[in-house]
């Protein structure tokens, strides 16, 4: 039911593109996973996801086991039919948030992790077979096994204890999931971690590499310091085959995209596109006045937008852009109206599926140097 | 530009069919207009307006007065362009508004009301002139007299003083009006007040029948109590000319359509499809249980559909009854995600677009009344 082919490989980097094929159809790659955390892309129907044109997206296990509950997901059919999203959907471990969002309220032993809900403060525990069995309830085509995330300023003794912890809980997953799997209705991603040590990343891509995953994630990388991230990232992906699918996990800005395409990553999520446009801040490209220094995107809360008749952006094709004036969105920020998150989060995305379109044009004609380039100034 | 046809006249009642013909359109009566207080109907698109099927959208005047201001709708080229809302648009006069947001806080002379806004504190005033200025600027298609609205309780003397100074601001707002109108491009209506009495809603409509308004509204009604509206109502349309087209402000509630479609009302404005929406409340019709009893709607936020897998309505068409479940709205409502106002609303309106053309339908086969009498139980 899974597999994933490198359609084609450029000459002059490691970027590649290529089809992932799910139980609910295919993901071509590189491509930009929008995240719908609580089984919905915030302020945005499924209707208008497909129409911007994005093969998947990915919903956090974490949120999802404390509201609504796997089995109230399970009995409902399954991600997919619970949200009326039918096409490939990626979930994450739990693992990430359960620590990120109980900063001190959670204990951890090599058997699991204890935590209370940010919703309730009721107390819960997830295993490596707890995090697989919700996942199989969830019914997510790509899933991802249980490990450690770090804070990115750990230190080399805690990272490597951790580690070995991770490394435990992902043969536990493996072993779990193939359990669960008999009819091959879902895939499972191993995670590669190793924090600021490249000497325990290339521990960890090796270990992962020797398991039989479908395909391998990329944990605890932040994207800042940028070089440091990008260093990690380039010495763990010698270790691994490059014959299965990549994931860079929670990394989105524009320039780390060019950045990890570039050597050689496949698929991405991060809540960056949707979470900004929340907030005001439109994405637009080179050819409008996008760039590095103002990490391509401008705040349309602005004064001077008043009365600007000009659309977001003006050289994006998308249905906000055809049809609504900077002035307007504007006005329903200022006016605290629901339009304007849908609005936004309409065009950023968009913008996001545009640019890996081009991406992955560019890798086909053995030209995605020179776009970097174009964009990277 | 603008122009009214009667299609059929029901047989047993005055409901009747008809066609508003505008320079953005046409709209088929009877006929529900949806709210866009602000310049746009709360969380949805205008597209998505559009794909329910309504023909028309009513702003509010004072609203889009204070923001973003009427020079800069001007400036963007009028609401329908603003708003991407290719289709006839209403406003009020802002009367309404002015003094039901700034009970206490506007004091109104022969003359002018001033009042406070409600964002900022800052002094307004509003002559009749001015609201046709400002609503000349908005550019809507059909705009209304500026008139006082009282409270439902204001006793004769208050009411007889209130309308004297009404019937003389819809004098200047029709001069005006027919000032700034030279090119035709929009259409006045006049309004019906009078309060609680029956002399006084006679002497209201014979003076609004005597000047040469396009069509006419009746304001203050307040659909309670609802068997005093009702009578207020049918008497004062007695005085009212068929050919005109007649509007009921601010009235919307299901049995309210039914009864105001019997005394020959063609259009009608309402928020509280779009606020109850918001709030949880889905509308249903009879074959799902929807009654006077319950007024038509129940609230998806019970915990009894946590599992639900049945859609809001199991007899409706519309989008999100075709691709979501209760327990996923309510998984949405709880997780306070704003998917939940658009599917909602989006819901709720398609509902009364539908009870509309079922209205249409039923008068054009002389069985009005036989629906009246399927929905009144």
């Given at each position: 039911m899974?597999?994933?082919?490198?359609?084609h490989?450029?000459?002059?980097?490691?970027?590649r593109t290529?089809?992932i094929?799910?139980?609910?159809?295919?993901?071509?790659?590189?491509?930009?996973?929008p995240?719908?955390?609580?089984a919905?892309v915030?302020s945005?129907?499924p209707q208008q996801?497909?129409?911007i044109g994005?093969?998947a997206?990915?919903?956090?296990t974490?949120?999802l086991?404390?509201r609504p509950?796997?089995?109230t997901v399970?009995?409902?059919?399954?991600?997919q039919?619970?949200m009326a999203w039918?096409?490939?959907?990626?979930?994450d471990s739990g693992g990430?948030q359960?620590?990120s969002?109980?900063?001190g309220?959670c204990?951890?032993?090599d058997?699991?992790?204890?935590?209370?809900?940010h919703?309730?403060?009721?107390?819960?525990?997830?295993?490596?077979?707890?995090?697989?069995q919700i996942q199989?309830?969830?019914?997510?085509d790509?899933i991802?096994?249980?490990?450690q995330?770090?804070a990115i300023?750990?230190?080399?003794?805690?990272?490597?204890?951790?580690?070995?912890?991770?490394?435990?809980?992902?043969e536990?997953?493996?072993?779990e999931?193939?359990k669960?799997?008999?009819n091959?209705?879902q895939a499972?991603?191993g995670?590669?971690?190793?924090?600021r040590?490249?000497k325990?990343r290339?521990?960890s891509?090796?270990?992962?590499?020797?398991l039989?995953?479908d395909?391998i994630?990329i944990g605890?990388?932040?994207?800042d310091p940028?070089e440091e991230s990008r260093?990690?990232v380039?010495?763990?992906?010698?270790?691994?085959?490059?014959?299965k699918?990549?994931?860079?996990?929670?990394?989105?800005?524009?320039?780390d995209?060019?950045t990890?395409v570039?050597?050689?990553?496949d698929t991405?999520?991060?809540v960056?596109?949707?979470r900004?446009?929340r907030?005001g801040y439109?994405?637009i490209?080179?050819?409008?006045?996008?760039?590095?220094?103002?990490?391509?995107?401008?705040r349309?809360?602005n004064?001077?937008?008043?009365?600007d008749?000009?659309?977001?952006d003006s050289?994006?094709e998308?249905?906000?852009?055809?049809?609504?004036s900077?002035?307007?969105?504007?006005?329903?920020y200022k006016a605290?109206?629901?339009l304007?998150y849908t609005?936004?989060?309409?065009?950023?995305?968009?913008?996001f599926?545009?640019l890996?379109?081009?991406?992955r044009?560019?890798?086909?004609?053995?030209e995605?140097?020179?776009l970097?380039?174009?964009?990277?100034?």
């Open positions: 899974f597999n994933f082919k490198i359609k490989q450029d000459k002059k980097s490691l970027a290529g089809i094929t799910t139980p609910h159809g295919q993901i071509h790659t590189p491509a930009f996973i995240v719908a955390t609580q919905t915030k945005l129907t996801i497909n129409e994005f093969d997206i990915l919903s956090n974490y949120h086991y404390l509950g796997p089995d399970k009995k409902l059919g399954g991600l039919k619970f039918n096409k490939p959907v990626f979930t990430f359960v620590m969002l109980n900063k309220l204990t951890i032993n058997d699991c992790v204890e935590f209370k809900s919703i309730d403060a009721s107390k819960h525990i997830f295993t490596p077979e707890k995090s697989m199989r309830k969830l019914g997510a790509i991802f096994a249980f490990d995330c770090l300023t750990a230190d080399e003794e805690t990272t490597t204890k951790s580690l070995a912890r991770t490394h435990s809980w992902e536990r997953s493996l072993k999931f193939t669960l799997n008999k091959k209705s499972l991603y995670i590669v971690q190793g924090g040590f490249k325990l290339e521990e891509a090796k270990f992962v590499a020797s039989p995953f395909g994630g605890s990388i932040f994207g940028k260093t990690l380039a010495h763990a992906i010698k270790f691994l085959p490059e014959n699918p990549k994931h860079l996990l929670g990394i989105g800005a524009v320039e995209l060019f990890y570039e050597l050689g990553l991405f999520d991060c960056l596109p949707t900004l446009a907030v439109v994405f490209g080179p050819e409008s006045g996008g760039k590095l220094k103002n990490k391509y995107r401008y349309v809360a004064e001077k937008f008043k009365d008749i000009k659309p977001l050289h994006c998308c249905y906000v852009c055809k049809n609504f900077r002035a307007y969105i504007r006005h329903l605290e109206e629901l304007f609005l936004m989060t309409y065009h950023n995305l968009y913008f599926h545009r890996m379109k081009e991406i044009t560019s890798i086909e004609n053995d995605f140097l020179k970097k380039k174009k964009w990277m100034k």
